[in-house]
């Protein structure tokens, strides 16, 4: 298991537990302020659950969302594959990283890896990184208690550790979508969250073109970029829209003198820093 890290509330989150201490204090002394107590409880509530809906937000806590500095300076863009692994596409997308020398990060579903341990162990071998994308992907994530987030990931964990040999570094929640509990659990857990620069929505749009478009628009050193070995979208022939534009896209890259690395060259006490 990765080494857990100490976890430190968000000024966000400090002023959401100051705003309801002064409440409560509030109603305390003068019971008849209730009504304002309690409406503004409520409007801290709905921005809380506002942020957990922006996936690139650090309001509340640490958040991955470009490669460190020392990684752009090399000129290297960060490329992550999430949703898998499928029994399909991800062989193919190995195979395609393979031969243009590129490296990349796969956020893999446990329940799904489990079904296919022989392809988790194949990223691996193949140079790849293995990264915690929950166990089941849940489109309830965001709205769950900390006793179930603390399920979802620590069983992911887990099946991500023993299938790959090592303890996965990063998490990415479903969607992006999280809750202000999910920090202390990545935390006792050694988990750092990561999410993207730029996405190129391959698991809903089926025109390979406007997804390359996506990633490459003001393409940049250091730049986190996201596709999909699972669940992603099929264009009018039946592939998968990320196994056309992933060569188009590691072309871009070389045209631009930079190099797709996983999350593995990242140093955690550059994201620590930051």
């Not at 090399?74 to 596409?89: A, H, N, R």
């Not at 992933?246 to 072309?251: A, Q, T």
């Amino acid at each position: 298991m990765a080494e857990r890290r100490t976890w430190s509330p968000s000024p966000l989150l400090r002023a959401s537990v100051g705003l309801h201490v002064t409440a409560l204090a509030g109603v305390a002394l003068l019971p008849a302020a209730w009504p304002w107590a309690l409406g503004a409880v409520a409007g801290n509530h709905a921005l809380l659950g506002a942020v957990g809906l922006w996936p690139r937000s650090g309001l509340l806590g640490p958040n991955l969302r470009r490669l460190p500095d020392a990684n752009a300076r090399l000129g290297q863009v960060g490329l992550c594959f999430d949703d898998g692994p499928d029994p399909e596409v991800t062989p193919a997308i190995l195979d395609q990283l393979d031969r243009a020398g590129a490296n990349a990060s796969f956020f893999c579903i446990a329940a799904r890896a489990a079904r296919h341990p022989a392809l988790i162990e194949t990223i691996v071998r193949r140079g790849h990184t293995v990264e915690n994308h929950s166990w089941h992907h849940s489109h309830r994530f965001a709205a769950m208690g900390i006793g179930a987030i603390r399920r979802e990931v620590g069983e992911a964990q887990r099946i991500l550790t023993d299938l790959a040999g090592r303890p996965p570094r990063f998490f990415k929640p479903p969607a992006g979508l999280r809750n202000p509990l999910l920090e202390p659990v990545l935390a006792g857990l050694g988990l750092h969250l990561a999410t993207w620069t730029r996405r190129g929505f391959d698991a809903v749009r089926r025109d390979p073109d406007k997804v390359e478009r996506r990633l490459t628009r003001n393409l940049a050193a250091g730049d986190l970029l996201m596709l999909h070995d699972g669940s992603a979208a099929r264009d009018d022939t039946g592939r998968s829209v990320a196994l056309t534009v992933l060569p188009r896209l590691l072309d871009t890259l070389s045209a631009h003198g930079l190099t797709a690395v996983s999350l593995a060259s990242v140093s955690l006490e550059m994201v620590a820093d930051d």
